[in-house]
């Protein structure tokens, strides 16, 4: 097969696309033809060489990429045939390896797609998707609300949004300059945060200026929802900041132990048209330009890798 191979940490143009040895599936596993892989921010960090927490790097020579959608091919020991020629889409772990033309998975984290659900958008729900529902139930947005969402032109900041707005809140993204936030009430850029109207809830993905400026504009009794900080820090709180304004600051990550109903209320908000993730296409030769692109912010929703 062919696959997009790390040897050597550091810069993006490390990603080769070479030839690689097929997987086979091992007993309780699938192997899966991709049609379909996700890249995540987390990915450029591990490339770099750089520790997520307690999470050891890959050992190298290594295969990128933790979700993959396709159709199944072939099938281990003790995995009902029924299963094969079946379009599916999983988070791969740890293992990774999903920037390939081939990728495996026990059967237990495999999801059957729903009809009508693209392998491209499948992607971007089992993974993103997911975190944004583990956001949705700490924040319960309701039409009481007036939201704000930083990176709302990003794959996980165009779902909030739209999620946001069903419930019936009041829906304020920003972005960087000259990146369309579709989905919200009001459309902001990082330059414009001086702007911003009282808010109830904040939910706070990127940290840094635009985290504290929704910080700053929480009404009393608001709550600010932090899983993030893609601008390089976490939002600074100061105590005087809670006990004097009755807000609330939390987050939302690491609270839940069993993701599978998580990536599964996913799929079937994509199926049932209710949320609609942005993607940025790639081939998955040019992985290399994904990932810097993605570090550059000139991407738009979630990026996507097609064999």
Request: glycine share 12%.
């Amino acid at each position: 097969m062919r696959a997009i191979v790390l040897h050597e940490f550091g810069p993006a143009s490390n990603l080769r696309y070479e030839e690689a040895a097929d997987p086979a599936p091992a007993p309780g596993q699938v192997r899966i033809a991709v049609a379909a892989a996700g890249v995540h921010l987390i990915d450029t960090v591990i490339r770099a060489g750089t520790r997520m927490g307690p999470m050891p790097l890959p050992s190298l020579p290594d295969i990128p990429g933790r979700e993959a959608a396709g159709t199944v091919d072939a099938v281990g020991d003790g995995v009902d045939e029924a299963w094969l020629g079946r379009r599916v889409v999983a988070h791969l772990g740890p293992a990774s390896r999903g920037y390939a033309e081939l990728a495996v998975r026990e059967i237990e984290h495999v999801h059957a797609l729903p009809d009508g659900v693209a392998e491209d958008v499948a992607v971007a729900m089992i993974g993103t998707g997911r975190t944004a529902m583990m956001i949705l139930d700490a924040a319960r947005p309701s039409a009481d609300d007036v939201v704000f969402v930083p990176a709302a032109a990003g794959g996980l900041g165009a779902l909030l949004t739209q999620a946001a707005r069903n419930a019936g809140a009041r829906v304020i993204g920003a972005a960087s300059p000259g990146k369309p936030v579709t989905a919200a009430d009001v459309a902001l850029d990082y330059t414009q945060l001086d702007s911003l109207e009282e808010l109830t809830l904040v939910l706070d993905g990127v940290g840094g200026e635009p985290g504290r400026a929704g910080l700053e504009h929480l009404a009393r009794g608001g709550r600010q929802i932090i899983f993030g900080w893609s601008a390089g820090e976490i939002t600074r709180v100061d105590q005087s900041d809670i006990v004097n304004r009755g807000i609330t600051v939390s987050s939302a990550l690491g609270n839940v132990s069993d993701l599978r109903p998580l990536e599964e209320r996913a799929l079937r908000a994509a199926a049932d048209g209710s949320l609609t993730p942005l993607l940025t296409r790639f081939p998955l030769a040019e992985a290399a330009a994904a990932h810097e692109a993605l570090q550059t912010r000139r991407t738009i929703g979630k990026v996507v890798l097609v064999p």
